[in-house]
């Protein structure tokens, strides 16, 4: 009888998974929402001394974008002005001027511009950020990977010239969809003309990566209007395609009420669609999201882009910073009232080395979010190098792995523990559920303005 009790709350549990599919996206772990005011405030000079990253990971944040998205609850402000996009990189540069000494000693693999939309600013402000970022911050361009976001409708030349010069390898850009009635239903004015001439401007360049962001799931949208903007997409030869399911939350101008009204949730069947069209076009999964092919023909080593990677650097109002111990970062805002005063307060601090607002990751999270980290991208988690870094093995950390692997949403092979096929498409239900109940419980708790 036992052993009929327990398979029926397995069913129960994995019928429960299934049937909810789009929790959240655990981009990072702990989620932003959980961190609250540290105190007292931690000096960075004695988090950094501490840090045992072997290389680190520089992002800067630029917070600036020509308007919301409807499905946007990132730390964004729409704005154009010129003098408040140069103040807020005056503010930049002071921070960086602050942070250089903490920092050295160790080399950055990776550069990050984000945002936001960093290609919002003119080419002299443009150009001024990798200015920063080599002259204070050490980066060396010649062996760094380098990242860049832009939007179609901030491509030109003249911003391209500023990311070629730089050695930037990967270019970003946003489509969420070549049907205009799609994007204008999530509130992004875009047109159709204007995302292929983007496209084709960015072709002329041929920097060494580019990567192209979908979204399924959008009003009105169909499975087959889906497939015509994967298929545009395609034709640019992108090296790499993300496809994100749209999420709306309280915060965000689509609001979920809004989704529920639209009737039947067409996400998964989108996702398996695009998933079976570009592994038939030679693109190899990673995660739930990335879709990437080989990149040839290079002159230095293009490592994956990750906001997950400890020994991550961020500047700017609204980045984060991650040390193995401690997360921390701006306070976090999503109404425009918010993000102005938040950028206001940024703008126009005098020190910037302090973390007063984060999340301490006791031994417990630290295991947590190393499993999690792997476990949501193709390679999942290597069994023995869980073990050597903590010292115990992973099911006896974490058993409810373990329901996982019954079910066949994850499988242990050759030292791995990894998602299968079926596990990756219920990726953001599986994130979800493995959230820890006091990361849970700080990010209810959470109030957004």
Not at 278 to 307: H, N, V, W
């Amino acid at each position: 009888m036992a052993d009929v009790a327990r398979e029926q709350r397995e069913a129960q549990w994995l019928q429960e998974l299934k049937s909810s599919p789009y929790r959240s996206y655990l981009y990072s772990y702990p989620h932003k929402t959980a961190y609250q005011v540290l105190e007292p405030p931690i000096p960075l000079s004695e988090l950094w001394r501490e840090e045992q990253a072997e290389t680190y990971f520089l992002y800067m944040h630029i917070p600036f974008c020509a308007a919301r998205c409807g499905f946007c609850n990132l730390f964004t402000l729409p704005d154009r002005r010129a003098d408040v996009h140069e103040e807020y990189v005056d503010a930049l540069e002071r921070q960086a001027r602050q942070w250089a000494e903490l920092l050295r000693g160790k080399p950055f693999a990776r550069f990050a511009i984000g945002g936001g939309t960093p290609t919002l600013l003119a080419a002299q402000q443009l150009e001024r950020l990798f200015y920063i970022a080599q002259e204070f911050m050490g980066l060396d361009p010649e062996q760094a990977s380098i990242s860049v976001e832009t939007s179609p409708d901030t491509v030109t030349r003249e911003r391209l010239e500023v990311l070629k010069r730089n050695r930037v390898d990967r270019v970003s850009m946003g489509i969420q969809s070549f049907i205009e009635q799609e994007a204008a239903a999530i509130y992004r004015p875009q047109k159709p003309q204007l995302v292929e001439a983007a496209l084709e401007e960015l072709a002329a360049y041929s920097f060494p990566l580019l990567n192209l962001d979908l979204i399924y799931g959008l009003p009105g949208q169909t499975v087959d209007s889906w497939l015509y903007s994967v298929e545009r997409a395609l034709a640019y030869e992108p090296g790499e395609l993300f496809i994100y399911p749209l999420y709306t939350r309280e915060h965000t101008i689509v609001k979920p009420e809004q989704m529920r009204s639209q009737g039947q949730d067409i996400r998964l069947a989108c996702y398996n669609a695009a998933r079976e069209l570009l592994l038939s076009r030679g693109y190899e999964q990673y995660s739930m999201r990335r879709f990437a092919r080989p990149i040839a023909g290079t002159d230095k080593r293009i490592l994956d882009y990750s906001c997950q990677e400890e020994g991550m650097v961020g500047l700017g109002c609204g980045a984060r910073s991650y040390t193995r111990e401690v997360h921390y970062a701006a306070r976090y805002g999503v109404s425009r009232a918010a993000t102005q005063s938040i950028i206001a307060d940024y703008v126009g601090a005098s020190s910037y080395l302090m973390a007063d607002y984060g999340f301490v990751l006791n031994a417990a999270e630290q295991r947590r979010r190393y499993m999690l980290k792997a476990l949501l991208h193709k390679e999942g988690v290597e069994v023995a190098g869980y073990s050597a870094r903590f010292g115990s093995h992973l099911l006896d950390d974490l058993p409810e792995l373990n329901r996982l692997t019954d079910s066949g949403l994850a499988a242990l092979q050759g030292g791995r523990l990894a998602l299968t096929d079926e596990g990756l498409a219920y990726s953001d239900a599986i994130g979800d559920w493995l959230i820890s109940d006091a990361v849970r419980r700080r990010m209810e708790g959470c109030v957004v303005v």
